[in-house]
């Protein structure tokens, strides 16, 4: 049997050529030694490895794969494979049963483990599996893996550090979602392999072999036709064999149309019901075909090559495109058919609901209601998309005089649309139902369920909605009612910036969720007003904990509005960074594990902001990436405008201004758009730190201040979610506006007094040493310095970095200059490292005044790294040889040049050639 490189054996066409043997794989040197390679790390027992194979259906990938899973097999690994094929996608958790299905674990795989469990069982599992021997996760083609497998695996994979588990996979490239690979390395460490169609003469090798009676010119043509594709080449070539020639059209498809139709009936009947179902055990699928002879009606296809069975008698096609062939070839209303006999027969609940919807026609009530409850349950396992998908079928199938159940299902439809990404669907659906609705309780279910999506005129449609619901003494208006207030008192609180009426709105939901005991209601209610009150700098002690411990409930139910990440972030602000880091990052994993595409982007605003606080501005930069294209596939302008702070913030604080500028200009126009007023000072937050880069101290402190207008009207008490105050007090330093800042600190002293937060408090302190240090009090020092120790032990890098700045200064005044050139080098390699600029310029010009030099006179380790820059040393060479950091050297270099005058290397090198200096020599 052939064996080449692009049939993709065992699923692809083989043909029997007698009397030769032929090579094994053909024109893939590069390729075979990068698999070996991979299967050579997993011997090793090294950290586990992602390895991706990508290209065109047929192109080779699986043969490959096959290859790279033996080698890990004679490598001692445990390899865990599945081999989903199209349909697969709508089979839920089939991939994880495919894995595990041979192992006892497979018994604890329950099909309605909630998505967070199943996630944490798979993590557990390969950690145990990994305890004994490496383990490879083997899967062709991702693509077609179910939702629930992909998160699942996902979860776990990102979650291994250094267990030696691996993925080998591959990708075809011609479907949409070639790049949504679930593997540790979204974030980078995806080794991907792309495989290009092969060269001519490895083509021709591949087809005389296969067809050694074929003639030069009709191998030429099929070379031709199949443009480097080897699957292609070969179904031609044994289109050629039999007789028939090319296709019209050179389509390999056509040439497989035309063989799976010349099947048997019964045959061809078992070869349909395998392309829906996608790979079955034979007995549930002749049992679904009625066949009165399972060997007569199997062993056609096998001896055509078109189906493989398995050792444990699962039967699957020889190559993926034998069953977009056998798809492509169906009637509607023959698949309708096979659908209705899949249904019929097969025990799984879930995916018996997935062919009754795409069995039945016109409405059924019954049919309705069972595929709604499949529809939800898959939604609790982190399927969104597939529910989306029943849920319409639901709806569609509902009687019309039943219209709770399909305002009911259509609503479910909607939040799993979004939960999905796909925000322009969920709105035409909701809009569509406001659109049909009388005035009442329905279209208020509705508008509680549009809101989360769409601030725009949110708050008049939820007034309007308050209004509809009757207060009758009913529970379930009640609950409505309650749930209506809690949304409004969460957008006027926390989003609109009138915080004083989303509070009392969060309130009056927290005591009606009291009233009835309504899980959900509290910790939505209790978490709002829980912020609000934090904004108002009243901290309501445990009322954002109760809120939490119900969170997993609110997950499930509400696209907003989770508590833990309400947590988070006023752990942020406080000063907690760790604690909000755990819990931030938590929430993200939720929200991946859960399938909620909906809420990527502001998951990742929230870990960019995390990142930022601690200074990792190149996390910060990587967070934001990933999250506007989220934001950007979700087609979600709202967290593209949110985005925009925290990206803001990260350009203005790396000194590239225009981009700062046009981050403030989105939140400006979000602002005006929906009336987020707190956008407004965040924008002059930004363009206040653009200022303070370029050393525009004056601009930098008026529009600080402008921003600090916005946030004072806003009733804003709490200096951390916006942190305008602490830097307008900086700024304010620098400029020398001794009065401005005693003023400034006072308001800071006053917002903080009731917070008991650390961050604050610390805060206060930096502010306090900055007046003295105005004031030229000895003092000074000993604040800043205690300062700058809380914010450095509390984990806020930049903001200890900044007021170390400040201790430096007053260390300066006070002749502690060996402690200002331990510390200042210290500060500089953070503002360096982490690409800050402006504050860099102010810790050099303060160790200047350490070193005694004046204007134009260079250290002497400053003229060491001049000339060793003339000798056409790199920064990293210089650091090697001087053995310093680069970033102390890229500090040096910065000084030297504003004492010499000089823009770059090129002119320090032809300064140093004419003064005739060379390393070693003294300076300049």
């Given at each position: 049997m052939v064996d080449l490189l692009g049939t993709a054996q065992p699923r692809g066409p083989s043909l029997h050529v007698s009397g030769r043997r032929l090579p094994r794989i053909v024109g893939r040197d590069a390729e075979l030694r990068r698999v070996e390679s991979f299967a050579d790390d997993v011997r090793l027992a090294a950290r586990g490895r992602s390895l991706v194979l990508v290209g065109e259906a047929g192109i080779g990938k699986t043969t490959l794969w096959e290859h790279g899973v033996e080698c890990c097999r004679a490598a001692q690994a445990?390899?865990?494979?599945?081999?989903?094929?199209?349909?697969?996608?709508?089979?839920?958790?089939?991939?994880?049963?495919?894995?595990?299905?041979?192992?006892?674990?497979?018994?604890e795989l329950a099909a309605d483990l909630p998505a967070v469990e199943r996630s944490r069982w798979l993590l557990d599992q390969l950690r145990a599996l990994a305890a004994e021997a490496p383990v490879v996760v083997a899967v062709d083609d991702l693509p077609w893996l179910d939702d629930i497998t992909r998160h699942t695996l996902r979860f776990a994979l990102r979650r291994l550090g250094d267990e030696p588990v691996s993925l080998l996979a591959t990708a075809r490239t011609w479907s949409p979602e070639e790049l949504a690979i679930p593997a540790p390395?979204?974030?980078?460490?995806?080794?991907?392999?792309?495989?290009?169609?092969?060269?001519?003469?490895?083509?021709?090798?591949?087809?005389?072999?296969?067809?050694?009676?074929?003639?030069?010119?009709?191998?030429?043509?099929?070379?031709?036709?199949?443009?480097?594709?080897?699957?292609?080449a070969l179904e031609l070539a044994r289109a050629h064999q039999?007789?028939?020639?090319?296709?019209?059209?050179?389509?390999?498809?056509?040439?497989?149309?035309?063989?799976?139709?010349?099947l048997p009936a019964d045959t061809l009947r078992l070869v349909r019901l395998l392309a829906l179902a996608g790979p079955s055990p034979l007995r549930g699928l002749a049992s679904a075909a009625g066949l009165r002879s399972v060997d007569d009606a199997v062993r056609p296809a096998l001896d055509a090559e078109v189906v493989v069975l398995e050792h444990d008698f699962g039967l699957r096609f020889t190559h993926p495109l034998i069953s977009t062939a056998v798809l492509a070839g169906m009637h509607a209303l023959d698949r309708r058919g096979l659908h209705a006999a899949l249904a019929r027969t097969l025990e799984d609940p879930d995916a018996r609901a997935v062919h009754l919807a795409r069995a039945v026609d016109g409405t059924d009530a019954a049919a309705a209601d069972e595929i709604e409850s499949a529809a939800l349950r898959l939604a609790r396992r982190g399927a969104p998309r597939l529910a989306a998908d029943l849920l319409g079928d639901s709806a569609r199938l509902t009687p019309p005089d039943d219209e709770d159940a399909s305002v009911r299902r259509t609503l479910a439809r909607m939040m799993q649309c979004a939960t999905a990404g796909d925000l322009p669907t969920a709105l035409r659906l909701a809009d569509g139902l406001l659109e049909r609705l009388e005035p009442g309780p329905l279209r208020a279910s509705v508008v509680t369920g549009r809101v989360v999506l769409d601030f725009t005129d949110a708050e008049a449609?939820?007034?309007?909605?308050?209004?509809?619901?009757?207060?009758?003494?009913s529970v379930a208006h009640a609950s409505l009612r309650g749930r209506v207030l809690g949304l409004l008192g969460w957008l006027l609180g926390i989003h609109l910036g009138r915080l004083d009426e989303g509070l009392a709105c969060a309130q009056a939901a927290l005591e009606t969720g009291r009233s009835l005991d309504d899980a959900v209601l509290i910790a939505q209610a209790a978490s709002a007003v829980s912020t609000t009150s934090l904004l108002l700098g009243r901290r309501t002690d445990g009322l954002i904990e109760e809120a939490v411990?119900?969170?997993?409930?609110?997950?499930?139910?509400?696209?907003?509005?989770w508590p833990r990440v309400l947590q988070g972030r006023q752990q942020l602000w406080d000063g907690h960074l760790a604690w909000a880091r755990t819990n931030l990052e938590s929430m993200h994993r939720s929200a991946r594990s859960n399938g909620a595409e909906f809420q990527r982007s502001y998951r990742l605003y929230d870990l960019a902001q995390v990142a930022l606080a601690a200074g990792e501005l190149d996390v910060a930069a990587h967070h934001l990436e990933d999250g506007s294209e989220a934001a950007r596939d979700c087609a979600d302008d709202r967290a593209l405008a949110w985005l925009a702070y925290p990206a803001g913030l990260l350009a203005g604080l790396r000194g590239n201004t225009d981009a700062a500028h046009a981050h403030a200009d989105r939140l400006d126009a979000w602002a005006a758009r929906v009336g987020e007023r707190p956008r407004l000072a965040m924008a002059g937050h930004v363009r206040g730190v653009a200022a303070a880069a370029r050393r525009d101290w004056?601009?930098?402190?008026?529009?600080?201040?402008?921003?600090?207008?916005?946030?004072?009207?806003?009733?804003?008490?709490?200096?951390?979610?916006?942190?305008?105050?602490?830097?307008?007090?900086?700024?304010?330093?620098?400029?020398?506006?001794?009065?401005?800042?005693?003023?400034?600190?006072?308001?800071?002293?006053?917002?903080?007094?009731?917070?008991?937060?650390?961050?604050?408090?610390?805060q206060v302190l930096a502010a306090t040493g900055q007046l003295l240090l105005l004031r030229?009090?000895?003092?000074?020092?000993?604040?800043?310095?205690?300062?700058?120790?809380?914010?450095?032990?509390?984990?806020?890098?930049?903001?200890?970095?900044?007021?170390?700045?400040?201790?430096?200064?007053?260390?300066?005044?006070?002749?502690?200059?060996?402690?200002?050139?331990?510390?200042?080098?210290?500060?500089?390699?953070?503002?360096?490292?982490?690409?800050?600029?402006?504050?860099?310029?102010?810790?050099?010009e303060l160790l200047d005044r350490v070193r005694g030099t004046t204007d134009d006179e260079l250290t002497p380790t400053e003229s060491e790294i001049a000339a060793l820059v003339a000798d056409g040393l790199r920064n990293r060479e210089i650091a090697a040889r001087l053995f310093v950091s680069e970033s102390t050297v890229e500090a040096h270099l910065t000084r030297t040049y504003r004492k010499l005058g000089l823009r770059n290397r090129a002119e320090l090198s032809r300064r140093v050639a004419r003064s005739g200096v060379s390393s070693g020599v003294s300076p300049l």
């Open positions: 445990l390899v865990l494979v599945a081999r989903p094929s199209e349909e697969d996608r709508d089979n839920p958790a089939q991939g994880l049963h495919d894995l595990f299905d041979r192992l006892p674990a497979s018994t390395g979204l974030d980078g460490g995806v080794e991907r392999l792309d495989l290009p169609g092969l060269e001519r003469l490895s083509l021709r090798r591949i087809v005389s072999a296969a067809v050694p009676t074929l003639s030069l010119p009709a191998v030429s043509q099929v070379g031709e036709l199949a443009h480097g594709n080897p699957f292609f039999l007789g028939t020639g090319c296709p019209p059209d050179g389509s390999p498809l056509a040439a497989l149309g035309h063989r799976v139709a010349e449609v939820l007034r309007t909605a308050l209004e509809e619901v009757p207060e009758d003494g411990a119900v969170g997993s409930e609110v997950v499930q139910s509400q696209l907003a509005l004056p601009a930098a402190l008026d529009t600080l201040q402008g921003a600090l207008g916005v946030l004072d009207t806003l009733g804003y008490a709490h200096p951390g979610p916006v942190p305008v105050l602490p830097q307008a007090i900086q700024v304010a330093s620098l400029a020398g506006a001794t009065d401005l800042v005693e003023q400034l600190t006072h308001r800071l002293r006053d917002q903080c007094a009731a917070l008991a937060s650390p961050w604050a408090d610390a030229d009090q000895p003092e000074a020092f000993d604040a800043l310095q205690r300062a700058q120790d809380r914010l450095a032990g509390l984990g806020y890098g930049l903001d200890a970095a900044r007021t170390g700045s400040f201790a430096l200064a007053a260390a300066l005044r006070t002749g502690r200059r060996q402690w200002a050139r331990e510390h200042g080098e210290r500060y500089l390699a953070t503002f360096l490292d982490a690409g800050v600029r402006g504050w860099d310029a102010v810790v050099v």
